[in-house]
């Protein structure tokens, strides 16, 4: 069961590769269809693994990628880390 | 419009120099703050100023250079308060990038020139009105502002206010361009009560944040000003910009802002034709003069009338935008129109090219250094009258 | 996967953005967008009052912060910056100013106004987005150009050694400087937030990829290339802490 996920908006990527390198479980991978710009914007490969620790939107320098934490039973919040 | 705050105003008659007079009147305009960078001979100003700031709630802060004092002063602006530095002929070329800042941003303040012989280091201390083309043309690019021109420490604390109230209205840089003469004579100044001292407001935004566009013209062209902390989160940039401030680097949005900014001005020539004139209707010749050359061209002009010669006196007070209008009129009515300056002939340029042909343009030219002798200008007289 | 465009909840840094100017201008692989997250996050963790936050910028690809910050935004002209944000502060003490420029902005042509505003100790926070080139005009060298580094300024490679800044900030009498590179977001953001918190003259120097026009002329990879080298420098230095006069930069410099 996975603790968190990200949102990407593909749009704004620019394909620099901060978020893959960087996701410290390493959740991400350039995909290899293109955006409207032609980069390739990240995608999930181990969703499961991801943490929602949002060191990939601390990296993004397009402001398209964030993590965030699903809510926790036990009375924890939606959002980022 | 308001009136000038009782506590900031020296109300009375004082025997003061001009540059002291020049910081009395900007403090009776509103203003509180000032940056600056010590150059003779304008340094009285920041001076007095520096002493009497902190007496009515202001500030004066002496920065590393004339760049820094001249951006320092848009950011005091751009906070919310009046402010304007002072500088003479280095300076006033170092400060000439921030010029360019401030009629781009629309960023109303005045930079006080007091003009001294150049080019370079020339004579710190000795007079001359060579920089009046730069005070038109000196930064890079089209911009238009407004320049006036004292010729008495009276009229250095009635022009400062002046010169205040025209950058508040039409949201320019205002170049207020002494001299060393002008700066350093000491004469009698009269300072006018608080509610005879009439200030023009800044224009603040009368929309709420959301709907306001921070550069969106209004009915004459100027656009509102919203400042710093207010919660408009204003975007002021250098760059060719649109409504909102935000860059906009486009030949089309480059036409319209530029041509509003010079139109703002333009449309206002009437009210900004400020001359003072004496015995100009049906004189044969025309002496056309600002600053402290009006002053000996009386000399000029009375030596003249006694030999019988149809003389008058046109002083520039505004020299720039030019009065051109006045002048198209004028040239047909005269034989010669005499334009002594303490310069090589910079004025005289624009005089000549309103002038069309119609009369003799006569340029007395002076390097500077001291002040014309009245006979150079009666000999000048003289040839426009035969 | 969660790549629609239309999000239930957005970006948080976009709370402190001007939503309407993304994208960017920045190259891929550019570091300056990666420490405006840390600004971001600095700014929001901090709880100061955003409507009494300006942002002044001067000239060049660094300069370009402000105009992506909703806060009052003043990019000004080349060099500037400081002495615009002196005035500002001064004139309203009221609001928090931060100075977020580049290096060739603040140390070559803004120097003077960098060791003055510092001296006077100037309630300013500086961040200094180091590249280590003038990338703006097409990647000349700058004071920041590490020696023997190839530039279109320097075809046969720099002949000056760069400027070392927290040092020269120190000297100068900031009372809190530090030196983080893009690689160190938590640490930087931890550092910003703590600087923001604190008064006098703060001085901040980021160092930063520069893929297009430093790295690509002198053999460095892309900007993940640039990331990789901080974070392992990092680790050589924490193993081997001898290795640590070699360049400088990327090593943190010092809090007080």
């Not at chain 1, 060191?55 to 398209?64: E, I, N, R, S, V």
């Not at chain 3, 120190?170 to 910003?192: I, N, P």
Request: hydrophobic share 40%; with cysteine.
């Amino acid at each position: 069961m996975p603790k968190g996920s990200v949102a990407i908006t593909a749009e704004r990527c620019k394909g620099c590769g901060f978020c893959v390198e960087f996701c410290p479980t390493h959740v991400l991978e350039l995909s290899s269809a293109f955006n409207a710009k032609g980069y390739h914007p990240p995608h999930m490969i181990t969703a499961e693994k991801c943490s929602g620790c949002n060191l990939c939107g601390m990296y993004c320098p397009d402001f398209a990628i964030f993590g965030y934490k699903f809510p926790d039973l036990k009375g924890g919040k939606v959002g980022p880390a | 419009m308001t009136h000038a705050d009782p506590r900031c105003v020296l109300t009375g008659t004082h025997f003061i120099n001009g540059d002291a007079a020049c910081c009395e009147g900007a403090l009776a305009a509103g203003a509180r703050f000032a940056a600056g960078y010590p150059i003779t001979p304008s340094t009285e100003v920041v001076e007095r100023f520096a002493s009497r700031a902190p007496t009515v709630g202001g500030i004066f802060i002496q920065m590393e250079d004339e760049l820094a004092a001249s951006i320092a002063l848009q950011g005091m602006v751009w906070a919310g308060q009046k402010s304007f530095t002072v500088t003479s002929g280095p300076g006033y070329s170092l400060m000439m990038e921030h010029i360019g800042l401030a009629a781009m941003t629309e960023t109303p303040c005045v930079f006080v020139n007091v003009q001294r012989g150049g080019p370079s280091t020339g004579l710190p201390t000795l007079p001359a009105q060579g920089d009046m083309m730069q005070a038109r043309f000196g930064s890079h690019g089209d911009y238009s502002t407004i320049s006036l021109v004292p010729s008495t420490p009276q009229e250095c604390f009635d022009l400062t206010v002046t010169a205040f109230n025209l950058a508040e209205q039409f949201r320019v840089p205002v170049m207020f361009m002494m001299d060393e003469c002008v700066g350093h004579m000491t004469e009698k100044v009269v300072i006018p009560e608080a509610s005879e001292i009439e200030l023009y407001p800044r224009r603040r935004a009368s929309k709420p944040p959301g709907e306001f566009l921070l550069f969106e013209p209004g009915p004459d062209l100027v656009p509102e000003m919203a400042h710093a902390g207010e919660g408009y989160n204003v975007y002021v940039t250098g760059l060719t910009h649109d409504n909102r401030g935000y860059p906009l680097m486009n030949p089309k949005m480059q036409r319209e802002l530029i041509t509003r900014q010079f139109e703002k001005i333009s449309r206002a020539a009437d009210q900004l034709t400020i001359v003072e004139s004496e015995g100009v209707e049906g004189a044969d010749v025309v002496i056309v003069a600002y600053g402290i050359t009006a002053r000996v061209s009386r000399r000029a002009i009375q030596m003249a009338r006694d030999k019988g010669l149809k003389v008058g006196l046109l002083r520039l007070i505004c020299v720039w935008p030019f009065p051109e209008k006045l002048i198209r009129e004028l040239a047909p009515k005269v034989k010669a129109l005499v334009m002594p300056e303490l310069n090589m002939g910079q004025v005289v340029i624009e005089l000549e090219r309103c002038a069309g042909g119609k009369c003799k343009v006569i340029s007395v030219p002076h390097p500077g250094g001291t002040v014309h002798k009245p006979a150079d200008i009666l000999e000048a007289i003289e040839r426009g009258a035969q | 996967m969660s790549t629609t465009p239309e999000l239930a909840i957005l970006n948080p840094v976009e709370e402190v953005l001007r939503k309407d100017r993304i994208p960017t201008i920045w190259c891929p692989g550019c570091g300056i967008g990666t420490t405006v997250n840390s600004f971001a996050y600095a700014l929001m963790g901090t709880g100061i009052d955003l409507k009494k936050t300006a942002i002044v910028s001067g000239i060049g690809c660094s300069g370009r912060v402000s105009g992506y910050m909703a806060l009052d935004s003043f990019h000004t002209t080349h060099g500037r910056a400081i002495p615009f944000a002196t005035g500002l502060k001064l004139a309203n003490p009221e609001l928090n100013v931060i100075v977020y420029s580049g290096d060739g902005d603040l140390t070559s042509i803004g120097g003077n106004h960098l060791v003055h505003a510092a001296r006077r100790n100037m309630d300013l926070l500086v961040v200094c987005v180091n590249n280590m080139i003038y990338a703006m005009t097409g990647g000349q060298a700058a004071a920041t150009t590490p020696g023997n580094s190839m530039s279109t300024t320097t075809p046969y490679g720099s002949f000056e050694p760069e400027i070392c800044l927290p040092q020269l900030v120190d000297a100068c009498g900031a009372v809190f400087v530090a030196r983080w590179t893009a690689f160190h977001v938590k640490q930087l953001e931890r550092t910003m937030a703590k600087a923001l918190k604190k008064k006098g003259f703060r001085f901040i120097e980021v160092v930063t990829p520069c893929p297009t026009l430093y790295q690509r002329r002198n053999n460095m990879g892309d900007g993940l290339a640039a990331m990789m080298d901080y974070k392992n420098s990092q680790q050589d230095q924490e193993r081997r802490p001898h290795l640590r006069s070699g360049h400088g930069a990327r090593r943190r410099y010092h809090r007080r």
